[in-house]
């Protein structure tokens, strides 16, 4: 079956950039999708379509897509950033949903 | 407000059977596919199910094909999951979403438990 592969951890110093990973065959034609999830709530959508940021987001959340791998980038995270992101696509027949294995995001 | 809000979810033995349901308000339902998607304790977030706008079209992860059956009441604002033999690796929170460019917003999710 389609997977999508992330690093596990990602750890940054407030103000810092971070960038978190996301692999898989299909994205070179699929679109990919993250989510931030802090703990004990429910995902957030936090880019969509590769690059595109929901109403609402704040504007140092962007996204990127080249080949097999897409990037979130957060610039000058902060502190309230901490939290799992999972990227999200549709498999090569378009037809099912995965999410990648998630990554836990440090910022101190 | 667009929200979503799901219930149904408990403790059942394996081989039991639940139906989550997804109650939906602020928005037009009838236009929205729409998602199941679960969590197990501790774990990452797993696709289960989307539903067209007309609930002709379904598709299914392949853990839970053939067990799980996604439906909807338009009429209702209403999103349901069927879900028969279930086993312990079934358990976790399940969260219903709307697809609106991604999936967005997502409900507070309800904890299905299954053990004996």
């Known amino acids: 079956s389609y997977e999508l592969t992330q690093p596990p951890s990602v750890s940054v110093s407030p103000g810092q950039t971070a960038r978190i990973t996301c692999s898989g065959d299909a994205l070179p034609k699929k679109y990919a999708y993250w989510y931030q999830q802090k703990s004990g709530q429910a995902p957030v959508l936090v880019i969509y379509e590769d690059s595109k940021r929901p109403s609402g987001i704040p504007e140092r959340f962007s996204g990127s897509s080249s080949g097999t791998m897409a990037t979130l980038t957060i610039s000058g995270a902060q502190v309230e950033d901490e939290a799992d992101y999972y990227c999200y696509s549709k498999d090569s027949s378009g037809n099912r949903w995965v999410f990648g294995g998630g990554t836990k995001l440090t910022v101190l | 407000e667009v929200q979503l809000v799901e219930s149904g979810g408990g403790l059942v033995q394996p081989g039991g059977s639940l139906r989550l349901s997804c109650a939906a308000s602020g928005f037009t339902f009838s236009s929205h596919w729409m998602h199941w998607v679960r969590q197990a304790p501790g774990k990452g977030l797993v696709w289960v199910s989307h539903i067209s706008t007309d609930g002709g079209s379904t598709s299914y992860a392949d853990s839970v094909k053939g067990r799980f059956t996604i439906s909807r009441d338009n009429a209702k604002n209403t999103l349901y999951l069927q879900m028969n033999s279930l086993r312990a690796e079934d358990t976790a929170v399940y969260y219903c979403?709307?697809?609106?460019?991604?999936?967005?917003?997502w409900g507070q999710g309800t904890l299905v438990t299954v053990s004996s």
């Open positions: 979403a709307r697809d609106n460019w991604g999936l967005i917003p």
